[in-house]
């Protein structure tokens, strides 16, 4: 029991199980976009880091510091910013070559050590001049005194240990170093609502040593950097998928990179005269809140338009399906046809000159039962023939070996039935299925007898939808009959037959749908069927529907 919950566990932030079930989701176009962001995230932090080494040389205040009431970034987080920007740019490539690699990871490291060395020095564990002499080695001996502070120097250990971790390319290590950045980044909210309340506690350590707005906003651009630089390798890759889920993850990671700092910003900023630091406060929560549920609602309508789109795929695809159906029916149906038309040309040519030389004959007034009775015999021979060619066709159709294996009755009928239900659901015929539970498995070529399925139901399509739509059904009824055989019923509320036609629907080409009907489906269906050692036959009255019926004996 220990080792499945630890599995769970492990499933759910390490394992490579959420990767592999959810590589095929992810999305290029999102994948590079979001590794461009992370680019631009280690560039961002370099050039912050830059630009407040600049400001400490020359002195440019603006450059380290948002007003005179707030902390400064001092030049050793500045010099840290170079390193982990630096290890951020250079990890980003999917494959960085190993000197690339290797120059990262001493950035990163270096980074850790820096950091490390900040925290001891809170400690008291380590001497002054420690520090001193690190800061103469990167030349800022001048700014020794203007010490980082302890959130700095954590938190720069642990995007540097972050950083270290995504060299190593290994997922689970991928997604401890994911999950520190996003820790990190979220604990620095609380730096951002210090600074929008001027609650001072919240980013002061002592005196006027506290985390910057700048370094604050550092390390937020930093953490999403980390996350995104190897977005699919780790339990944050719903980012990158193109699913529903993917949609709400980005809409949702995108507030929460942007809030937050703004929240701190803002206020900051705008102090003026005329509102006070709370009162811009309000305005700018007010603000927000009004973002948030236009990104919200607009998230919701993303979301409804990708319910739509697939409906409309799926209906797409099972329209294919029923067309794919009515195709392979027209094909057999029309080979056979033509099979037919070819064999019967020349009986018919035949008796069509054997009629023309008896016409002339009896034109040209030499029609004496003698010379007459032979092209009328020849035409009775070739009518023999002609319907001994018909005959062995069915002979042959009804011969043909099917190709039986072992089915299921249930998943036999109901795999017939998807191909048609979208022809049903277009024609408004409600289509039922009731199959009894103790229907036993049969030996037959199901391609066939989905065939025959196909057929029926779609000629009762064809006969109820002529009467009104609210009349209109269908029924498959699948069970074992008295003989103990499974019969299937398909019962229809149409138009129904005469004695009639009832008497001629299993003989070839008889059909009452004009140009559009072949006549030729219910009799292969009765082949199809016989061959099978069953039975098909039908039920029904003129204006009353109909029922066809075919059994499959079992065993
Ligand atoms: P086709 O569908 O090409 O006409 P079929 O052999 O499948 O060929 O059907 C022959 C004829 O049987 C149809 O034209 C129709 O008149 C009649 N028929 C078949 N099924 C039904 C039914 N369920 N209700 C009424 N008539 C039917």
Same mark, same amino acid.
């Given at each position: ?34 590794? /461009? ?62 000197? /690339? ?20 020095? $809170? ?71 210090? $600074? ?53 993850? /980005? ?46 609602? /607009?998230?919701? $309508? ?8 697939r409906s409309q795929a799926e209906e797409a695809s099972r329209q294919h399906q029923t067309d794919l159906a009515h195709m392979v029916r ?77 089915v299921d009755v249930y998943d036999l009928i109901q795999g017939g039935l998807v191909l048609i239900k979208g022809e049903a659901a277009r024609y408004e015929v409600p289509l039922l299925l009731e199959l009894?539970?103790?229907l036993?498995?049969v030996?037959v070529d199901a391609i066939q007898i989905e065939q025959v399925l196909l057929n029926i139901v779609q000629n009762a399509i ?11 059904q269908i029924v498959v009824r699948g $069970? ?8 299937v019923?398909v ?65």
């Open positions: 029991m220990a080792v499945l919950k630890r599995n769970n566990w492990r499933t759910l932030f390490f394992s490579e199980y959420w990767l592999t079930k959810v590589e095929n989701m992810v999305r290029g176009e999102y994948l590079r976009f979001l590794h /461009r962001l992370s680019c631009l995230a280690g560039m961002t932090v370099v050039l912050l880091g830059v630009s407040a080494l600049i400001g400490w040389v020359f002195d440019l205040p603006a450059l380290y510091r948002v007003s005179a009431r707030l902390p400064v970034m001092p030049p050793m987080t500045a010099v840290s910013f170079l390193f982990a920007g630096g290890a951020l740019l250079l990890l980003q490539p999917e494959q960085p070559s190993p000197l /690339r690699r290797a120059v990262g990871q001493v950035l990163a490291v270096s980074g850790i050590l820096i950091g490390a060395l900040i925290i001891l020095s $809170y400690l008291h564990e380590l001497p002054d001049h420690i520090l001193q002499q690190l800061a103469s080695w990167m030349g800022l001996v001048k700014f020794s005194a203007i010490k980082s502070s302890p959130h700095t120097a954590v938190a720069f250990t642990l995007t540097s240990l972050g950083m270290l971790f995504l060299s190593l390319e290994r997922p689970t290590l991928v997604n401890v170093a994911q999950w520190m950045a996003f820790l990190s980044v979220m604990a620095l909210v609380v730096i951002f609502f210090g $600074y929008a309340h001027e609650e001072s506690i919240f980013y002061l350590f002592t005196g006027d040593i506290g985390m910057s707005l700048l370094t604050a906003s550092g390390f937020a651009v930093l953490g999403w950097g980390i996350i995104l630089a190897r977005v699919e390798k780790g339990f944050f890759h719903i980012m990158v998928s193109d699913r529903a889920g993917g949609l709400v993850a /980005r809409r949702v990671m995108l507030l929460m990179a942007l809030f937050p700092p703004m929240l701190g910003w803002l206020p900051s900023l705008m102090h003026s005269a005329v509102f006070t630091h709370t009162q811009i406060e309000s305005i700018l929560a007010a603000a927000m809140v009004l973002a948030i549920v236009l990104i919200v609602i /607009r998230l919701a $309508y993303q979301l409804d338009d990708q319910e739509n789109l027209l094909n057999t149906m029309g080979e056979m046809a033509s099979g037919m038309a070819h064999e019967l040309n020349q009986p018919l040519t035949a008796m069509a000159n054997y009629a023309s030389a008896s016409l002339r004959l009896i034109k040209s007034g030499e029609s004496s039962s003698a010379r007459i009775q032979e092209p009328l015999q020849g035409i009775l021979k070739q009518a023999v023939r002609a319907s001994e060619i018909i005959r062995h066709l069915r002979e042959f159709v009804r011969k043909q070996q099917p190709n039986k294996t072992r009894d539970d103790n036993s498995d030996d064809d006969a109820v939808s002529n009467i009104e739509s609210y009349r209109r $069970y074992l009959n008295a003989g103990g055989d499974v019969q019923d019962i229809d509320t149409g138009q129904g037959m005469d004695e009639e036609l009832k008497a001629r629907v299993f003989d070839a080409f008889v059909t009452t749908k004009g140009a559009k009907g072949m006549g030729i489906g219910l009799s292969l269906c009765r082949s199809i069927v016989e061959s099978h050692g069953g039975r098909l036959w039908v039920e029904s009255e003129p204006g009353q529907g109909a029922t066809f019926s075919f059994t499959l004996p079992v065993g």
